[in-house]
Each structure stands twice: as structure tokens, then as C-alpha cells.
């Protein structure tokens, strides 16, 4: 079954976001909005994302937000300590209150298909996974590992074998 995905993270961990989008494609999802290639191409002229010109961080803000917005799931790879992000956790914010606002609108059910699309699915990974309360949050699937939330994910999405095991190839697990 194909599916959308935003696939969110750090960009002190941009490797590891595009193994977790290859395994997402790889189960037949297609990816919204893929931030890495202009975070990487930011990150290799050495300029930080908080020194970005004000339009840019804004043009890269919106890319980033509709591609939330507009996926059936929101995969975050929680940032490894000591790395951080914060559009990354913006990012999850922002696809818990849409979960929100879905629930709010359920007991309206023409008007919540009207409005939105069917609720997004949170899914959350990483070693570091427990490090927010709203990683946790009931409406959130929280995992410690990528293997786990693309096998999650997998299931969910009602994905073949054969796609799961080119998956987890990618993330380097056989």
C-alpha cells in the first residue's frame, strides 16, 4: 500500500534521516518533503541554520511544514545525545496538534473528511525516544530503535515481506 511520510530529525543527523526515508520508500511510502538535501548543501558551505538569511529559513520553513502537514505519517527519528534539533521537535508538535484537531473534529465526521484527511499516524524513534513527554503521548508510537518504527510502520501500512526485508536491509539489519 502506498502511503506519504515526513520523515523529521536533526541535521547534525541527516545520514541517518535518509536511510530512514530509503526505508520508508522501500515499504512503498513516498516522502513529502525531504529537507536533507538543503540542510546538507547548508551544512557543507558551513553556514548553520541559525545564520541562514531570514527568507530562506522561511522558504525552507514552509517546505518543511506542508510536508508534515500533508503526510499520513510523521516518522521522527528523536536526535541522539548530544545532538538536538529544534524544527525537528517543532515538527512533531505540529503533527500531534493536527492529531488534535482531528480528534476535536471526529464527533463531526463530514466535516473532519471534508477538512482533513484520515488521522496521521505519529511515530517516534530512537534510542533516546523517552526524552519527551509527547514522544510518549498517547496518540504517539514511540520505538527505540528505527528497525522497530519501520516494522511498526510496516504493519500499520499493511506492507509486504518483501518490502519489510528491503527495509531493514537499508537500516543494515538482515
Sequence with gaps: MTFSCYVGGSSREVERVQRVQRAVEALGGVITA??????AAEIARGVPEHELLDHEAAEIAEFDAEGVFSAQVLLFCVPTKPNTTQGGWW??????GIVRVWQYL??????????LRPKPHVVCSGPDVRRSLF??????????????AIE???VTMHCGEQAVACAKQILGVS
Excluded: N
Design 135 to 148: 514522544t510518549r503521548w498517547r496518540d504517539t508510537a514511540a520505538f527505540e530503535s528505527d528497525v522497530d
Design 152 to 154: 511498526y510502520l510496516a
Design 106 to 115: 471526529e464527533g463531526m465526521e463530514s466535516l473532519a473528511t471534508r477538512v
Design 91 to 96: 515538527e512533531l508538535g505540529f503533527a500531534c
Design 34 to 39: 525531504d529537507w536533507t538535501p538543503s540542510i
